[in-house]
Nanobody
Framework: VQLQASGGGLVQPGGSLRLSCVTS????????IGWFRQVSGKDREFVAC????????YYADSMKGRFTISRSNAGNTLYLQLNGLQPEDTALYYCAAGPAFSGDARTYRYWGQGTQVTVSS
Protein backbone atom coordinates (compact mmCIF):
# COMPACT_ATOMS: atom_id res chain seq x y z
CA VAL A 1 0.00 0.00 0.00
CA GLN A 2 1.31 3.43 -0.94
CA LEU A 3 -0.02 6.94 -0.59
CA GLN A 4 2.33 9.48 -2.13
CA ALA A 5 1.53 13.08 -1.26
CA SER A 6 3.01 15.98 -3.20
CA GLY A 7 2.41 19.62 -4.05
CA GLY A 8 3.54 21.28 -0.87
CA GLY A 9 5.95 24.19 -0.80
CA LEU A 10 6.59 27.72 0.32
CA VAL A 11 3.84 30.24 -0.41
CA GLN A 12 3.10 33.79 0.69
CA PRO A 13 0.08 34.60 2.86
CA GLY A 14 -3.04 34.68 0.72
CA GLY A 15 -1.54 32.28 -1.77
CA SER A 16 -2.72 28.90 -3.02
CA LEU A 17 -1.42 25.39 -3.42
CA ARG A 18 -2.87 22.17 -4.77
CA LEU A 19 -1.88 18.99 -2.98
CA SER A 20 -2.12 15.58 -4.64
CA CYS A 21 -2.03 12.10 -3.19
CA VAL A 22 -1.45 9.23 -5.60
CA THR A 23 -2.39 5.87 -4.13
CA SER A 24 -1.81 2.22 -4.96
CA UNK A 25 -2.06 -1.21 -3.40
CA UNK A 26 -5.64 -1.05 -2.13
CA UNK A 27 -9.10 -0.61 -3.60
CA UNK A 28 -9.30 3.18 -3.69
CA UNK A 29 -12.96 3.15 -4.74
CA UNK A 30 -14.06 1.52 -1.49
CA UNK A 31 -12.40 3.89 0.94
CA UNK A 32 -13.10 7.31 2.35
CA ILE A 33 -10.07 9.50 1.90
CA GLY A 34 -8.95 12.33 4.10
CA TRP A 35 -6.34 14.99 4.68
CA PHE A 36 -4.79 15.73 8.03
CA ARG A 37 -2.04 18.09 9.06
CA GLN A 38 0.46 18.22 11.85
CA VAL A 39 2.79 20.80 13.31
CA SER A 40 5.83 19.50 15.11
CA GLY A 41 5.03 18.95 18.77
CA LYS A 42 1.28 19.08 18.28
CA ASP A 43 -1.43 16.52 17.64
CA ARG A 44 -2.46 15.60 14.14
CA GLU A 45 -5.37 17.80 13.02
CA PHE A 46 -8.24 16.84 10.73
CA VAL A 47 -8.53 18.95 7.57
CA ALA A 48 -11.13 17.34 5.29
CA CYS A 49 -12.44 14.02 4.04
CA UNK A 50 -14.50 12.75 1.14
CA UNK A 51 -16.72 9.71 0.76
CA UNK A 52 -15.87 6.89 -1.59
CA UNK A 53 -18.48 8.07 -4.12
CA UNK A 54 -17.53 11.79 -3.79
CA UNK A 55 -21.11 12.69 -2.91
CA UNK A 56 -20.19 13.97 0.52
CA UNK A 57 -17.35 16.02 1.90
CA TYR A 58 -16.60 17.10 5.42
CA TYR A 59 -14.30 19.90 6.54
CA ALA A 60 -12.89 21.13 9.77
CA ASP A 61 -14.57 24.42 10.61
CA SER A 62 -11.42 26.49 10.14
CA MET A 63 -10.93 25.08 6.63
CA LYS A 64 -14.43 25.63 5.26
CA GLY A 65 -14.56 28.02 2.36
CA ARG A 66 -10.79 28.01 1.88
CA PHE A 67 -9.93 24.38 1.17
CA THR A 68 -11.56 21.99 -1.30
CA ILE A 69 -11.13 18.23 -1.28
CA SER A 70 -11.76 16.10 -4.35
CA ARG A 71 -10.86 12.69 -5.70
CA SER A 72 -10.42 10.87 -8.96
CA ASN A 73 -11.39 7.24 -8.57
CA ALA A 74 -10.24 6.57 -12.10
CA GLY A 75 -6.80 7.88 -11.21
CA ASN A 76 -6.69 6.62 -7.62
CA THR A 77 -5.78 10.15 -6.64
CA LEU A 78 -6.89 12.55 -3.91
CA TYR A 79 -6.58 16.31 -4.13
CA LEU A 80 -6.69 19.24 -1.74
CA GLN A 81 -6.95 22.78 -3.10
CA LEU A 82 -5.67 25.26 -0.55
CA ASN A 83 -6.70 28.88 -1.03
CA GLY A 84 -6.24 31.90 1.17
CA LEU A 85 -3.34 30.33 2.99
CA GLN A 86 -2.20 31.88 6.25
CA PRO A 87 0.89 31.32 8.39
CA GLU A 88 -1.16 29.20 10.79
CA ASP A 89 -1.75 26.75 7.93
CA THR A 90 1.94 25.86 7.97
CA ALA A 91 2.16 22.13 8.67
CA LEU A 92 2.98 18.73 7.26
CA TYR A 93 -0.08 17.60 5.33
CA TYR A 94 -0.92 13.89 5.23
CA CYS A 95 -3.36 11.93 3.12
CA ALA A 96 -5.06 8.87 4.54
CA ALA A 97 -7.57 6.19 3.58
CA GLY A 98 -10.05 4.37 5.77
CA PRO A 99 -13.38 2.57 5.82
CA ALA A 100 -15.21 5.32 7.69
CA PHE A 101 -16.21 8.80 6.54
CA SER A 102 -14.74 10.48 9.58
CA GLY A 103 -12.64 13.28 10.97
CA ASP A 104 -11.12 10.91 13.53
CA ALA A 105 -7.59 9.94 12.54
CA ARG A 106 -7.94 6.65 14.43
CA THR A 107 -10.40 5.37 11.84
CA TYR A 108 -7.93 5.68 8.98
CA ARG A 109 -6.07 2.57 7.97
CA TYR A 110 -3.47 3.77 5.48
CA TRP A 111 -1.30 6.88 5.65
CA GLY A 112 1.01 8.72 3.30
CA GLN A 113 4.32 10.28 4.23
CA GLY A 114 3.21 13.91 4.16
CA THR A 115 4.04 17.01 2.17
CA GLN A 116 5.22 20.22 3.82
CA VAL A 117 3.26 23.43 3.39
CA THR A 118 4.95 26.60 4.61
CA VAL A 119 3.16 29.94 4.53
CA SER A 120 5.46 32.88 5.07
CA SER A 121 6.26 36.28 3.67
Amino acid sequence: VQLQASGGGLVQPGGSLRLSCVTSGFNFDYYAIGWFRQVSGKDREFVACIRRNSYSTYYADSMKGRFTISRSNAGNTLYLQLNGLQPEDTALYYCAAGPAFSGDARTYRYWGQGTQVTVSS
